[in-house]
C-alpha cells in the first residue's frame, strides 16, 4: 500500500508510520511512501520501506497508476485527492486526520473530489471530536499511535551509547524538550520555565532536541544565546533517530523528565517514547495528553501554560528519588500494555483486512527524485 503525506520529517506522524511499515511487513504488508517536501525525515523510512519525493504531479500519477496499489493511505493531504482522480485509482482508499489545528485540518477533510474514503483515522478521542466537527458523512475511528518496544525501551547501562551526543551532564538531572521549536509546540514557554527552574536549583541541565529545521529556529537562536540561555540549555538540532533511545536512557540515569509545554497535540509520540524508555513526562493538563500520560503515576501534569505550577512540578519530581523510580516503572508498564506496536498496529491490520485481499505484497524498491 501507500502513503501519501506532504512532509517528511522527523516528527511524531512519520515515526508512528516507521513503526507499523515494520509491522506490517510481518504481516505480509508492504508500505511505501510518497512526501513532496522534505524536511529532514529521510533517514528514519530509509532502512524500512522504499520513499518517494516529488512534487511533480504528472511523476505522481505515474506512481499511483503503475503500481496498483492494494490500499492507499491519505494523510492531511487534500491535493491527494486530485491525484488519485487522475490516476484512475479504484482501489480503498482511507484518510488519516493528524494536525491538530481545524484550520489547518479543514482543507484536507472538508472536501474528497468525488473520493469516497472508506474511514477517517484519527490517533486519538480527542482528535475525533476535531474531525467530527468537520465531517458527517465518513465514518472515524481511534487508532493510537504505537511504539516499537524493541527499540525504545529502558536501555541497560552497559547498553548506552555514551560516546555520541547529547553527552551526559555530571551529577546534573536533565530535563529534555523534544521536537520542532515552533509556535505550536511553544517554545518560548520551555524557556521560560527554564529560566525560573535554574534560578531556583543548580542541579539541573535542560535539552532542547530538535529543530534544524523548524520555522522558527532562528528566532529560537537568537533568543538562546541573546538571554545566555545557553550555559544551562543545551540544544542538539539533530540527533539521529537511531539515537533516540540513548538519549532518553541518559535522561533516565540522570534522574530527569521530559517536559513537554505544546499548545495542541492530536496525539503526542514523544510522550509514549520517554515514557517507555522509563522516563516520566511533565505536561500540560489537557487532551490528548490526559489520553496518554495516567497523571501521578507515569507523570505529573501542571494547569494550562503555568509557569509557576510547571516549576512546582518538576522540583516534586526531582526531589524524589523514590517517586522518579516508582514513575519509571509505571511509566514503562503503561506503555507497553496500552501503546505497544503489537497491540495499536493489529487494529490497522484487521481494518486493512477487511478492505483488501491480503497476498504477500510487492517487495522491490523503487525510488524517485
Not at 480527542?126 to 493510537?144: E, H, M
Request: proline share 4%; net charge neutral.
Amino acid at each position: 500500500m501507500l502513503i501519501i503525506w506532504r512532509l517528511l520529517t522527523v516528527g511524531g506522524v512519520n515515526a508512528g508510520w516507521r513503526n507499523r511499515a515494520v509491522y506490517f511487513k510481518k504481516h505480509g504488508i508492504e508500505t511505501e511512501f510518497l512526501y513532496t517536501t522534505d524536511h529532514g525525515g529521510l533517514h528514519i523510512m530509509e532502512d524500512v520501506a522504499p520513499v518517494y519525493l516529488t512534487k511533480d504531479e504528472e511523476k505522481i500519477v505515474n506512481i499511483i497508476r503503475e503500481n496498483q496499489y492494494d490500499a492507499i493511505i491519505v494523510v492531511d493531504t487534500g491535493k491527494a485527492f486530485k491525484w488519485l482522480q487522475k490516476a484512475n485509482y479504484q482501489g480503498p482508499v482511507i484518510v488519516e486526520a493528524r494536525t491538530p489545528e481545524l484550520i489547518k485540518l479543514t482543507p484536507h477533510v472538508k472536501s474528497f473530489r468525488g473520493i469516497t474514503p472508506e474511514t477517517i483515522i484519527v490517533p486519538s478521542h480527542y482528535q475525533k471530536r476535531l474531525v467530527s466537527i468537520l465531517t458527517n458523512d465518513v465514518p472515524v475511528q481511534v487508532i493510537y499511535n504505537g511504539v516499537d518496544t524493541s527499540f525504545f525501551r529502558a536501555l541497560r547501562l552497559d547498553e548506552i551509547d555514551y560516546k555520541s551526543e547529547p553527552h551526559m551532564p555530571k551529577d546534573k538531572k536533565v530535563i529534555a524538550y523534544i521536537g520542532r521549536v515552533d509556535k505550536r509546540k511553544n517554545w518560548p514557554l520551555f524557556l521560560e520555565i527554564a529560566k525560573k527552574v535554574r534560578q531556583e536549583r543548580e542541579d539541573v541541565e535542560f535539552w532542547v532536541v530538535g529543530g534544524a529545521q523548524s520555522v522558527q529556529r532562528q528566532e529560537f537562536a537568537e533568543r538562546w544565546r541573546a538571554e545566555q540561555f545557553t550555559e544551562f540549555v543545551k540544544w542538539f538540532p539533530v540527533i539521529p533517530y537511531q539515537q533516540m533511545s540513548h538519549m532518553y536512557a541518559k535522561i533516565r540515569e540522570s534522574g530527569g523528565c521530559t517536559l513537554a509545554t505544546t499548545k495542541s497535540e492530536s496525539f503526542g509520540n514523544t510522550f509514549i517514547e520517554s515514557m517507555v524508555s522509563g522516563v516520566p513526562v511533565i505536561a500540560s493538563r489537557m487532551m490528548p495528553v490526559t489520553e496518554l500520560v495516567k497523571e501521578g503515576e507515569t507523570g505529573l501534569l501542571y494547569r494550562g501554560q503555568n509557569v509557576e505550577d510547571a516549576v512546582k512540578q518538576i522540583h516534586k519530581l526531582l526531589d524524589d528519588p523514590a517517586l522518579h523510580q516508582k514513575m519509571s516503572t509505571a511509566a514503562i508498564q503503561h506503555v507497553q500494555k496500552n501503546f505497544g506496536i503489537e497491540t495499536v498496529a493489529e487494529q490497522y491490520v484487521d481494518l486493512l483486512k477487511k478492505l483488501v485481499p491480503m497476498d504477500s505484497g510487492k517487495n522491490e524498491v523503487k525510488s524517485d527524485d
